[in-house]
């Protein structure tokens, strides 16, 4: 996802988009674990994809906050 996307979406979308990705990186990690991966560039990107979503849903809340 796109930095652009994200910061388009409401909170609720990026909490949901949040789990969506967690749920996908803990299946990566199990198949990296059973030697099933593929890409294993896939866990680095869906790890920096979680962190954009927690970035921007800060700063919508510290945003709320002012």
Avoid: C, G, W
């Amino acid at each position: 996802m796109k930095v652009t996307e994200l910061r388009e979406m409401s909170a609720s979308e990026l909490e949901k988009a949040l789990r969506e990705q967690k749920e996908v990186y803990f299946n990566l990690r199990f198949q990296h674990s059973i030697n099933q991966l593929d890409n294993p560039m896939k866990i680095v990107e869906t790890k920096k994809t979680i962190a954009r979503i927690n970035t921007i849903l800060r700063e919508k809340e510290l945003a709320d906050r002012a």
